[in-house]
């Protein structure tokens, strides 16, 4: 066995992939030589077991999964009580006494309950198509776990020597004196009684050990600086994952925000007796300022992209305020390279407020009871009842390539995902899952070249699709659904590049508009492809002379416009071909993604980080209640912005190697349905707010729902927000949002189970 330890690294294959190894096809037993329950009782009489990669380096997972047979999940689904979990988790360390043998020709793998009684252990008895090979390596990376567990290093190093130590050697039993007989009543049992394959002497309960702290990592020394922006003193506090609270780490600490290069900044943290902390101020901080508590929070991440999350508390909110004074500047200048003197009093408030945690939203609705308890009861549902079939793995995708783009459709319940140059077709089923329908192959331009879209929309009643090619930005292809072919080119002009593009009404889509909105560089059109010639519409055409680098569009059901820049800024239109009526300032981070609610009141739009929520109604004014669409926001009155974004304590909680990266959020979106959530996805993850909650102020009431690989894309199915469509690099899926759970260190650390059920996995040849 020792032997396949020269394939090490075909063995261990991607860091980032979250399984290392695993047996396919198996069965799991629980084995209790003192249990009136039988001394052999089957949990899962078709199982697979896999070993899984956690978020703390060292530490890795065996894991024992349920696998379902056609017909046999619908009749699980139905039972009213269900003792057993469909995945068994055991964290690999050598007290579970891992073990080998052989059961009727079969290869079986033992381990000790260390939640049972004296003796209790769990057998997985492989199937007897599983390879030798197989259950060899499976074997060996057990060992070599444990090797990494107890000695916190890679095994790479291992020898035959220090991982021998860990195949289990059976003990000598020992006479054990006489007891009196007692007394018990006869039990039934289906299973007749047999040696079990292993024994194991008594021996006291096992106690996990606690759970080890998060420690500091070593401070990175200061550069050389220049100008102080900011220096207070306060307590500082380290997040500790394991408990999930915030350990004090020193009661009097100096934070310093020093400049120490043209546009470069450095946050340092010095105790009396030792240097803290030393690191660069960046967006990717995730900085959170709370006027409550008198504090900062946010990230810090070491050489290995492994996320702390860290607090200063301060004395006082005067103190906080300067500090956070500092920071802002820092961050608005490395992001803008503008000096913070030179923005407007106005533009500094707005940038201020954004960066505060405690909010206060007046003039929204009050949620009636019983939407109040509908959110409660999916919460709880989302929490504990995590044996419910709430995911539906729609296809593996055997083509090459990946995932990249999702449209779901309006008019018919169809979405279309794009990989490479094809394009995957799935239909919505009554039962709310995803059923492959066909592949639209080798998208192609008119004389036949390949291409891969870089994005996509359908249009005209779900008849067609608009598609972008990245090789000739001045043009947009019209493919008919029908036929899966490039039926025509809208050229826009012959110097006119076409970033994206958008509907001209939120739900044109749906009906049979032609038209659709062009966004350049600098410049806002509409594309109407009955023109002959070039298809840019000149009445409609907005160039400005400023390099404005806008970004994204999104429009309200009227046709109101928003377009955000990669500067950070956002105008907002109400008809195509005149100057915006409104500016909203930059926070500093490009947004790559915007979207607005149907009647216009909000705008939410998408930065790398965090989320931008505006609320777009005057307030104040000769023009209360009008949208800033139509009326421009007066100078002391401009829309508080809401910042929504994870609390850098669960960012501490991701894996190595998961920065922070949203997708374009969005609302879900129906012609008979207002706006109730918004939905958004970083690295594995999923991520949800309840768009109520949120305008109370309480942008922290998020849920999650974790995969293992990246979330490419994701949305709403239409005309509810009950289930979410996500694409995987090589799996599409439809999901409850009751699926989503709230973030907690079990939940953020593995992959929630998708619960495998061969009847649902389809062989496509998309």
């Not at 080890?212 to 506090?237: I, K, M, Q």
């Not at 709370?290 to 492994?306: A, G, K, L, Q, V």
């Not at 802002?328 to 200048?333: C, I, P, S, T, V």
């Not at 989302?382 to 995932?403: H, L, R, S």
């Amino acid at each position: 066995m020792f032997m396949l330890k020269s394939l090490g690294k075909m063995i261990w294959g991607d860091p980032n992939k979250s399984e290392v190894v695993s047996i396919p096809s198996g069965q799991l037993y629980l084995v209790r030589p003192g249990s009136l329950k039988g001394l052999r009782e089957c949990i899962f009489k078709d199982a697979a077991a896999c070993i899984r990669r956690t978020t703390t380096e060292y530490h890795y997972q065996m894991v024992i999964q349920r696998v379902y047979e056609e017909g046999e999940e619908e009749f699980d689904e139905n039972e009213e009580e269900d003792d057993l979990s469909d995945e068994k988790t055991f964290l690999i360390d050598e007290s579970l006494q891992f073990r080998t043998g052989t059961r009727d020709g079969c290869v079986t793998f033992a381990w000790r309950d260390l939640s049972g009684d004296k003796g209790d252990l769990y057998e997985f008895v492989c199937d007897k198509t599983s390879q030798t090979g197989s259950t060899q390596t499976f074997e060996l990376v057990m060992y070599q776990c444990m090797f990494e567990r107890k000695y916190r290093r890679s095994h790479e190093n291992a020898t035959d020597a220090d991982l021998e130590q860990f195949t289990y050697v059976e003990p000598e039993r020992q006479e054990q004196p006489a007891t009196p007989p007692r007394a018990q009543a006869p039990v039934a049992s289906k299973t007749p009684a047999k040696t079990p394959v292993t024994k194991s002497p008594a021996q006291p309960k096992y106690e996990a050990p606690p759970p080890e702290p998060t420690t500091a990592p070593p401070a990175r020394a200061r550069p050389e600086g220049g100008e102080v922006l900011a220096e207070v003193t306060a307590e500082l506090h380290l997040f500790d994952a394991a408990q999930g609270v915030f350990m004090l780490q020193d009661q009097e600490v100096t934070a310093v925000v020093t400049e120490v290069g043209q546009w470069q900044y450095w946050l340092s943290i010095d105790g009396k007796d030792k240097p803290w902390l030393g690191q660069p101020l960046e967006a990717e901080m995730n900085p959170v300022f709370n006027y409550e508590h008198t504090s900062f929070i946010w990230n810090y991440y070491d050489d290995e992209s492994h996320a702390y999350s860290w607090l200063l508390r301060f004395k006082d909110i005067e103190t906080e305020e300067k500090f956070q004074e500092g920071v802002m500047r820092a961050l608005w200048e490395r992001l803008n390279e503008v000096k913070w003197t030179k923005v407007k009093d106005d533009e500094r408030d707005y940038v201020m407020e954004a960066f505060q945690e405690d909010t206060d939203m007046p003039d929204v609705p009050e949620e009636d009871e019983e939407e109040e308890e509908q959110y409660a009861d999916a919460q709880q549902s989302a929490d504990y009842d995590m044996d419910e079939d709430w995911d539906n793995e729609a296809t593996k995708m055997d083509a090459a390539g990946e995932n990249s783009q999702l449209a779901v459709g309006y008019k018919h319940d169809r979405s279309f995902v794009v990989r490479g140059n094809k394009i995957g077709v799935f239909k919505h089923t009554n039962d709310n899952r995803l059923e492959f329908a066909t592949t639209i192959n080798k998208v192609q331009n008119l004389k036949g070249v390949d291409f891969d879209p870089s994005k996509v929309m359908l249009h005209e009643e779900d008849s067609a699709m608009l598609l972008q090619n990245p090789n000739d930005p001045t043009k947009i292809f019209r493919m008919d659904l029908e036929y899966g072919k490039v039926v025509d080119e809208w050229n826009v002009g012959e110097d006119k590049v076409v970033k994206t593009f958008g509907p001209s009404s939120k739900y044109a889509q749906m009906t049979g508009e032609k038209t659709v909105l062009g966004l350049g560089p600098n410049s806002l059109f509409r594309i109407d492809p009955r023109l002959s010639g070039m298809k840019l519409v000149e009445s409609e055409h907005m160039q400005y002379a400023t390099k404005n680098d806008f970004s994204a569009i999104a429009t309200t059901e009227t046709g109101f416009v928003a377009v955000a820049s990669n500067k950070g800024d956002i105008r907002l239109f109400d008809r195509v071909g005149i100057r915006a009526k409104c500016q909203l300032p930059a926070l500093g981070e490009a947004i790559i993604g915007i979207d607005v609610t149907a009647d216009g009141k909000w705008i939410l739009a998408t930065c790398k980080t965090y989320l931008l929520l505006i609320d777009a109604t005057v307030k104040d004014g000769k023009y209360v209640g009008e949208l800033g669409f139509k009326r421009g926001f007066a100078k002391d009155s401009k829309p508080r912005p809401r910042r929504l974004q994870l609390k850098p304590e669960h960012i501490a909680m991701f894996p190595r190697n998961a920065p922070l990266s949203f997708t374009p959020a969005k609302f879900n979106a129906g012609t008979d349905t207002t706006e109730t959530s918004i939905i958004t996805s970083t690295g594995p993850y999923v991520v949800t707010w309840n768009f109520k909650q949120v305008q109370k102020g309480q942008l922290d009431k998020y849920q999650i729902k974790s995969y293992g690989d990246e979330v490419k894309a994701d949305n709403f199915k239409f005309g509810s927000d009950k289930n979410v469509i996500v694409a995987l690099p090589h799996d599409v899926s439809m999901v409850a949002k009751q699926a989503f759970r709230k973030p907690t260190r079990e939940s953020l650390s593995t992959p929630i189970r998708n619960r495998i059920n061969r009847s649902h996995i389809v062989n496509s040849p998309f």
